[in-house]
């Protein structure tokens, strides 16, 4: 990356191409690439699958409240 295409703490322009965008949506673009090459699963809500904090999807809930 060149050092130039940071315009300031906000705002990423790439000088090859003239892609604007936020710099931290370009950073989290990043991450989630090199997440993926890996190999790696990003969990959507980010709590890993099994925790205690997730909730039961909306439906499920609905009907156990019915019961």
């Known amino acids: 990356m060149d050092e130039k295409s940071r315009e300031s ?5 790439c000088t090859a191409c003239g892609h604007t965008e936020h710099a931290d949506i370009v950073g989290a673009k990043n991450t989630l690439a090199r997440y993926r ?3 790696l699963v990003v969990p959507g809500r980010g709590d890993p699958s099994g925790s205690g904090k997730r909730q039961a999807p909306r439906s499920t809930a609905r009907a156990a409240q019915a019961a």
Do not use: L
Not at 9 to 13: E, G, K, T
């Open 9 to 13: 703490q906000a705002v990423f322009s």
């Open 37 to 39: 090459a890996a190999g």
